[in-house]
Each structure stands twice: as structure tokens, then as C-alpha cells.
């Protein structure tokens, strides 16, 4: 078969016909490129549109390969990054061409010399046809790494002008120009999805708003950072440091400049690319900081005190001057409480594994100790009353007097010495610098207290409404009456709520407590406080609420962001053998057709679906609800519960989003469970299972139709695109 050449070096004029692409053309190449098999499908994937762009860059190297019947059937791309340095960037062609494009090599490096170009280079992601080029002189200088990819840098040399060193360092900062100007660009887009409408009542844009908290907390941390010996604070660390902050206000409204200049200081290899988020990091940082606080406490708890000595850590002293409060620090402590208080606390590792991990502290309230002067012995020195503070949450999750069952009562000769110990200890800091905000008591722990009238709430200074309250800082409620969620709830109730129960400072005016007013607020809504009436999640979503509330005085509905797809079933169970998550009971789940089905990309040409193309990585925005979120107070069966969180707007979670969130979720607490909203896989039997994410575990549960479920049961579901 004959075929004209497609490099010339002895014509007369060099190839200068700009490469203009037709939609025929384009679809073409795209069919071309992802029909590659030697070649990984995220490489593929991420090639997309950049193929078409640089293939009508106007470059002298750029060819597209036809057949005689003039179909396409291949192409080179090339890009200049260095002067005088051609990169292929890309090259590819169909199988049965009908030429061996490698015969015309020497051309295509005689015609590139004749062009002026002193060098050749590419990044070798077909190892095969690494090999081959090797044969005609390419070098192999290094190892380059692209996010989670990595591909051999390969160079030939057609004539020598610059040393190694000179070129090596020009290539670099070529690429971080373009790495830079994409930073920027990318900035420049994110800002752009804040809104330029000014809300009713307000004097500024979001955008505006958005753009000053950026700026505020940029030069603060600019201005830091730059101080610190050692620490890389470049132009792309500049910009890359920028960017995430406007992604980071995109979901939040304030940014502890403080916390994160830490978690900078601590992974300064951060700032080096745009990828990862500050949530991320400020994560990272809190469970290198409680970790730091374990070690310090497991060599606390080591250590025995003197005979004679009191070893607790006091707190403080009511003002009676009869009881003080002291924090319990290691098992000898709990095990003597628990001994004279005659209830659990020290009958197992449970307490002091929540302790060492930075969950609970615990605390007893205590006769004031003195010390007899004549036998300077300790006197007086006896509980009254053991108290378990959530630090996680803020809320006091039990008081127990004497026995298990023996709670708080208003007649207690203490009972003001409770209050005020509790109204003390709300002032203080844990071992972290976290204030011990506390948020409210658990609801079984108050129940010999006096009722509370409906929107009503007990605080140390009395019952009030919640009209009239006024919270500060220094509130501390006791107990708190029946709320009422409706669409006629107060704003400026809800407001006080959010701040007291949740440490929100949101306008009355931004509040929505139904669909229509969501609709009517728009984008300047920031919370969402109600009943979950149907397709709400749809309103969620339109509008990127962030804080949502069905109930109170319980927790908010959970936001989560999760990166989901990319890998086989195998190289999931390899990470989570890493990080060790024992998961013996899903190993056939991972492996069923479902489940192998949900991780590829169907294509109908092949029966086979395992030789399918795997899903590229995407970031899921996932829902956390339980049974009684969704409208179910005495519990629900599995099809309810489905199909009231579609009805909602909500959508079921592909089966991979548990070994996703098993590998993310890296804080969860002890004695959660989190089952995955997805459709169920049928076992052996017949039987339906989902995943069940646990800490340390990934685990199965059934969930066949007409099984029945908790109000307290936790769903993961997908909120819909």
C-alpha cells in the first residue's frame, strides 16, 4: 500500500497548513484516544478536549493520519513548553492502518532538526512503546508524578545548544508558568460562583463578602508564613494558597486563620498543588493534634502519685466552698470512682480508651478536700456526683449520682453545686485549646427536673421562652421544653436556636423553614430549618445549603464530601488493608457483578464487563440522615426508607460509595454505625445486604424489604445532581 510521507525533509517548505478539526473529526479522535489499551483510562480520561485543543495549536510537528479512503485514523500533537524543545504530547492511531509509523521516526527527527528544534521529549505513558523509541536514541531522565499518576520523562537530544542543567531548569519553569496560569484561572472561576445580586437589607454582594473574608485571611497567613524560616512560600504556593481559600469559603462562611497557619506550618507540601481541600488539611491537623494529646495522656496515666497526694486535676471550687470539680485522668481514678459511686465507670477500658482518644472527659464533683493539719491527711474528699463530657459534641452525655440509675434531683443538697461547677467548667479549655462549649445535657440525664413548657428552656437562671432569651456566651441550658419546627416557627427563634445548639451566627432573614421559602430566599439562604418535606434535597442542592436542621436539640443533618471511583475492587481491599479496616464480611460484595457493574463504565460492545473502562474519580456530595430525619419517630422497614429519601430529592448511593467512605471517614467514633443508602445486594440467598461502615471496619448488614429499623439508625445517601 502506498503512502505519501508524512515528514519530508527534503521539501521546500516546511508544514505550516493550520490543523482546523471538524465535529466528525473530533468525535474521531475522541473514539481514537479512548481506544487505547496500553495506556491507563484515567491518562485517557484526563487527555479529553485537551487532545482537540492541541492539535489546532498551529505546531509545524502536528499531523493527522488518514487511510486512502481518507477516514482518520491517528495523529501527533505537539506543544512547545521550552523554546527550541518539541514535546509530543500526544500520539495515537487506530488499529489495521496500514503503515508502520515507527519506519517514519528518522524522518520525523530530521524534519524537527530542519525546523530549528534541538530536542525531543515526551512523557512515556505507553511502556511499550517506550521500549521501541528507546532503540532510536531516547533517554530516560526521571520519574514525573501528576497527582496519583506517574510517568517517565524520556529526551533525545538533536543537537546541543544549552546544558543539562540550563534546560532542565527552563522546563521547569515553563511548566510552572502554565501550572501557574491554570492556578489563577481556576481562582478567577471560583470566584465567579458567588453571586454579584446584592440580598434585600444587605449593602454588599456575596461575591464582594466572599472576596473580603478571602483577602482578610490570605495576607494574614501571607504575612506569617513568609516569616518562617525554611518554609516555601513562592509565587505557586501564593496562588495555590488563594485558591483554596476561595474554594474553602464556597462551603463555609469564617476560616480560623490561627488553626490553619498550623496545619500549613505542619504539611507545607500543601500549599505545592491545588489539589486537596483546607477541610482536609485542618482535619489532618486535629488528628495529629489529638494524637499528640493521647501520647501526653497515656504517659500522664502512667504516672502514680506520691502517697498522700491528691493526683486529679482540680477545676474549680463552687462558690460555697463546699465541692470542687475534678477531672479523672487514668484508670486508677476511674476505678476508684466507679467503686465508691457504685456505677460503671471504671468496670471496664471503654471510658478510658474515649478518654485517651480525646471523645470524653470525665469529671467528679466532689466534697471539698482539706487536710487535717495533725495528721496531714486529706479529709472530706468524697464524689457526689460523676459527669462524661462529649467533647466531639459539647453536650454533657450523663450525670450520675451514687448507682447507675440515681440522676440529678432539684431537692440534692449539691444541686446549686452542680449548676455552678457546670457553669464554671463551660469557661474552660481542653487539653487541645478547644473551649468546652457546652451545648446542652442529654435529655435522660435532666428527667428529675421540672418539666418545661413547650418552647420553653431551663437555663441556670431560671425557665424562659424562647422568645425572650437571650443567649450569651456564658448561657448554660439545663433542659429544654417541646420545639416547634413548623413553618411558623419564629426566624428570629430559629436564629437564637442555630446559635445556642450549633454555634451559628445566621440571620433571621436567611432562615428558610420550607421548599417555597427556599425558593423565595434563594442564594441567600443559609440555613434550612424544618420538616423534610418531599424534594427539599432538590432545593438543597440548587442552592448549596449548608446547614440543615429537622430537630433540635439533636445535631444538624450532615454534609459530606467524598472522592468516589477510579479503582478496582482489588485495589480497594489493598487500601484498606493499609490503613487497617478489617473487612472479611464484604469480600464476596466487592466482588459480585453488581458491584463490579457500578465501578465501570457500561459499553455495550463488549460482554464482558469486567474489560470495561473504569468510572474516573469524582467528588460525591453525600446526605448523613437517620430513620427519624426522614419522618420516621418509630422507625421505618427498609423500602420506606428508600423511598422516602428518593421522594425527598435524594438519590441512592452507588454500592461503592461504602469502601469510598470507609477509606475517608478516618475519625469516626466509637460505636457508630453509618449503613449505606443503595440499593441492596442480593446474597446467596436471596437476602439483601448493604454496607455497613463502622470504625476501623467495613462491614455488611441485611436489608431486605420489610426489615425494620431504629429512629436512630444513621443512612448515607447521595444528594442528586
Not at 527550541?84 to 521516526?105: C, D, H, P, Q, W
Not at 411558623?488 to 423553614?513: C, H, Q, Y
Not at 457483578?593 to 460525591?620: A, N
Request: glycine content about 6%; hydrophobic content about 35%; overall charge negative.
Amino acid at each position: 500500500m502506498d503512502h505519501s510521507p508524512l515528514y519530508s525533509p527534503d521539501q521546500q517548505q516546511l508544514h505550516e497548513s493550520r490543523i482546523h478539526l471538524s465535529g466528525e473529526q473530533k468525535s474521531r479522535i475522541r473514539e481514537i484516544t479512548l481506544g487505547i489499551d496500553t495506556v491507563d483510562s484515567t491518562v485517557l480520561e484526563m487527555a479529553g478536549d485537551d487532545v482537540l485543543k492541541t492539535l489546532e495549536n498551529n505546531h509545524p510537528l502536528n499531523r493527522l493520519l488518514e487511510n486512502e479512503q481518507k477516514e482518520l485514523i491517528g495523529y501527533i500533537a505537539c506543544e512547545d513548553f521550552v523554546h527550541g524543545e518539541a514535546y509530543v504530547k500526544y500520539l495515537a492511531t487506530s488499529g489495521g492502518t496500514g503503515r508502520n509509523l515507527l519506519r517514519e521516526i528518522p524522518a520525523f527527527l530530521e524534519y524537527a532538526k530542519k525546523a530549528g528544534y534541538t530536542k525531543i521529549n515526551f512523557h512515556g505513558w505507553n511502556e511499550r512503546l517506550n521500549h521501541v523509541l528507546e532503540h532510536f536514541g531516547f533517554t530516560r531522565l526521571r520519574t514525573d508524578t501528576m497527582g496519583e499518576l506517574a510517568a517517565d520523562f524520556y529526551e533525545l537530544e538533536l543537537s546541543k545548544v544549552k546544558t543539562s542543567k540550563q534546560v532542565e531548569q527552563e522546563r521547569r519553569d515553563a511548566f510552572e508558568r502554565k501550572y501557574l496560569s491554570k492556578i489563577r484561572k481556576d481562582y478567577e472561576q471560583t470566584l465567579a460562583t458567588f453571586s454579584d445580586k446584592v440580598p434585600d437589607g444587605e449593602s454588599v454582594t456575596p461575591r464582594q463578602e466572599k472576596e473580603r473574608a478571602i483577602t482578610k485571611a490570605y495576607q494574614d497567613l501571607s504575612v506569617r508564613l513568609s516569616r518562617v524560616e525554611g518554609f516555601v512560600f513562592g509565587e505557586l504556593q501564593q496562588a495555590v494558597l488563594k485558591l483554596k481559600l476561595a474554594r474553602h469559603f464556597q462551603q463555609n462562611d469564617v476560616v480560623d486563620a490561627n488553626t490553619l497557619y498550623d496545619a500549613l506550618i505542619e504539611s507545607p507540601k500543601f500549599l505545592a498543588t491545588d489539589k486537596g481541600s483546607l477541610h482536609r488539611v485542618l482535619e489532618t491537623h486535629e488528628q495529629k493534634t489529638i494524637q499528640k494529646i493521647a501520647e501526653l495522656r497515656r504517659r500522664k496515666a502512667e504516672q502514680t502519685g506520691e502517697e498522700g497526694l491528691n493526683p486529679f486535676e482540680w477545676v474549680c471550687t463552687t462558690a460555697s466552698g463546699n465541692y470542687a470539680l475534678a477531672r479523672l485522668l487514668n484508670m486508677p481514678h476511674l476505678e476508684e470512682e466507679s467503686r465508691y459511686m457504685d456505677h460503671c465507670v471504671g468496670t471496664s477500658d471503654s471510658y478510658i480508651s474515649k478518654m485517651k482518644r480525646g471523645d470524653v472527659e470525665i469529671f467528679s464533683l466532689r466534697t471539698a478536700p482539706k487536710i487535717n493539719p495533725e495528721t496531714d491527711q486529706l479529709t472530706q474528699d468524697e464524689p457526689v456526683i460523676t459527669i462524661e463530657y462529649n467533647v466531639r459534641t459539647g453536650v454533657i452525655e450523663q450525670m450520675k449520682k451514687k448507682g447507675d440509675d440515681e440522676y440529678l434531683d432539684p431537692h440534692d443538697p449539691f444541686y446549686n453545686d452542680v449548676i455552678d461547677a457546670l457553669r464554671q467548667l463551660k469557661g474552660t479549655h481542653t487539653d487541645i485549646g478547644k473551649p468546652r462549649d457546652i451545648k446542652g445535657i442529654a435529655e435522660s440525664e435532666v428527667q428529675n427536673l421540672p418539666a418545661v413548657k413547650p418552647m420553653h428552656l431551663l437555663t441556670d437562671q431560671g425557665e424562659v421562652s424562647w422568645e425572650d432569651f437571650a443567649p450569651t456566651q456564658d448561657t448554660l441550658v439545663l433542659k429544654t421544653g417541646t420545639i416547634d419546627l413548623s413553618a411558623n416557627a419564629p426566624k428570629e427563634v430559629l436564629s437564637k436556636m442555630l446559635r445556642l445548639f450549633a454555634g451559628l451566627e445566621i440571620p433571621p432573614n436567611t432562615i428558610a423553614r420550607s421548599p417555597e421559602e427556599v425558593e423565595q430566599l434563594g442564594a441567600s439562604t443559609k440555613a434550612y430549618v424544618g420538616p423534610l418535606a418531599p424534594n427539599i434535597f432538590a432545593k438543597i442542592a440548587e442552592f448549596n445549603i449548608e446547614h440543615i436542621y429537622a430537630s433540635f436539640p439533636e445535631g444538624g443533618i450532615r454534609r459530606e464530601k467524598v472522592d468516589v471511583g477510579g479503582g478496582t475492587s482489588e485495589m480497594l481491599e489493598e487500601e484498606m488493608s493499609k490503613q487497617g479496616v478489617q473487612f472479611p464480611n464484604v469480600k464476596w460484595m466487592l466482588d459480585h457483578e453488581v458491584f463490579q457493574r457500578s465501578i465501570r463504565i457500561e459499553d455495550p460492545k463488549e460482554p464482558d464487563y469486567r474489560k470495561w473502562l473504569l468510572k474516573p474519580r469524582e467528588q460525591m456530595n453525600l446526605i448523613r440522615l437517620t430513620v427519624a430525619d426522614l419522618g420516621f419517630p418509630d422507625g421505618a422497614t427498609t423500602e420506606q426508607i428508600l423511598a422516602r429519601a428518593v421522594a425527598l430529592g435524594l438519590d441512592l448511593c452507588p454500592p461503592e460509595v461504602g469502601p469510598y467512605y470507609r477509606l475517608q471517614y478516618t475519625d469516626q467514633p466509637m460505636n457508630e454505625w453509618v449503613r449505606i443508602g443503595m440499593k441492596p445486594i442480593p446474597d446467596r440467598g436471596d437476602s439483601g445486604r448493604v454496607f455497613s461502615v463502622e470504625r476501623s471496619w467495613l462491614d455488611d448488614v441485611w436489608a431486605n424489604p420489610g426489615d425494620h429499623w431504629r429512629a436512630v439508625n444513621l443512612f448515607l445517601f447521595r444528594l442528586r445532581k
